[in-house]
């Protein structure tokens, strides 16, 4: 019987994955102030969305996605702001850990602001500051 649920977990994962799990989601959002631009270049080892740019409270940039197995799905992004851009830090924006089943439904919020750069996992919990920012 354990054998049989394992195997229906294990199909269910890789040949139902729409279904059976939801996308994971980073944001990407700029509290820098009024009139600041917020640039940034995400990539994981399949996907590069090229430079972006995010004004000030504008709706946060998503990326979906889903882990891939048995890859360890990475997700890395570089912040950029400043007049000529001078401030800036490559952020591992999102890390699976080794699992043979995905994560599904996993969330990472990351918050520009003049300050630095602020996380968290939940929608309900408040930024906490997590990087400075580097100048050069």
Not at 2 to 26: H, M, P, R, W
Not at 56 to 78: G, H, M, Q, S
Not at 101 to 108: D, T
Request: glycine fraction near 8%; hydrophobic fraction near 35%.
């Amino acid at each position: 019987m354990n054998y049989f649920v394992l195997f229906i977990l294990v199909t269910s994962t890789y040949f139902g994955l729409d279904e059976a799990c939801k996308k994971n989601q980073v944001e990407i959002h700029n509290q820098l102030g009024p009139g600041k631009i917020l640039q940034f270049h995400c990539r994981s080892g399949d996907d590069d969305i090229g430079v972006k740019t995010l004004n000030f409270n504008d709706v946060p940039y998503v990326i979906r996605f889903y882990d891939e197995i048995p890859n360890l799905t990475k997700w890395a992004c570089i912040l950029r702001q400043g007049p000529k851009m001078e401030y800036s830090y490559d952020v591992q924006v999102y890390k699976a850990g080794p699992r043979l089943i995905p994560r599904c439904g996993q969330l990472r919020i990351w918050t520009a602001k003049t300050d630095g750069i602020y996380f968290t996992r939940k929608l309900s919990q408040p930024s906490g500051f997590a990087l400075p920012w580097n100048k050069g």
